[in-house]
């Protein structure tokens, strides 16, 4: 059976119909954030252009509307829908800070427990599990889970652990270096310098 998965529609489409009409701009975002788990950490500043062009589109038909009131429904498209746009920006941008914190402390400081997690971010133990739990269905933590009764994120052992004495004898020693993702800021570790980051999926 041929793999008939789509790619998620690119940035520069999604830009253009935020421009030209919001409504499928904004759906094509929707979609697009649900798939494609580097959106949340990459796409705050492109939505936040899209939404100031929107406003200016709606103060430009405003003044028109001084000469012409049927300009006045343009206005409020263009107005409105570049205000509800800014202010998602504003929402993904938040909620992609508080992924990048979640990534630095689980990852790179081997932080599990979610107490501690929510006590240094400064947000609620509940809101911290949803958002760790959306992080794991989107891919960002590979075969993690949260575990309730112990209140902390259990890992997926990486495969290095998993090598045993004989397989880890036999093997031919590879150089490993660690990479730092310019997006998320995740510790990764790899063999070569072409790749992408294990959490947020964005190019090292």
Do not use: H
């Not at 421009?19 to 904004?26: K, V």
């Amino acid at each position: 059976m041929t793999n008939t998965t789509k790619k998620p529609t690119s940035w520069g489409w999604i830009i253009f119909w935020l421009i030209l009409f919001w409504p499928i701009g904004l759906f094509l975002l929707v979609k697009k954030i649900a798939v494609d788990k580097t959106a949340t950490i990459n796409s705050g500043k492109g939505i936040t252009i899209a939404s100031y062009i929107l406003i200016g589109f709606g103060v430009i038909y405003i003044i028109m509307a001084f000469n012409d009131p049927e300009m006045l429904l343009a206005a409020f498209l263009f107005g409105g829908g570049g205000i509800l746009l800014n202010w998602f920006a504003r929402k993904l941008k938040r909620t992609g800070e508080r992924y990048k914190k979640y990534i630095t402390m689980v990852v790179n400081q081997n932080q599990t427990s979610i107490d501690n997690i929510a006590s240094v971010v400064g947000i609620s133990y509940d809101v911290v599990i949803k958002d760790l739990q959306k992080m794991i269905d989107s891919g960002y933590f590979v075969g993690a889970y949260i575990d309730i009764s112990q209140r902390e994120i259990v890992l997926a052992k990486s495969s290095d652990e998993q090598i045993t004495p004989s397989s880890a004898s036999l093997s031919v020693p590879q150089q490993e270096r660690v990479v730092i993702c310019k997006s998320c800021g995740a510790n990764n570790r790899v063999l070569s310098q072409v790749g992408e980051c294990d959490y947020c999926g964005s190019p090292l």
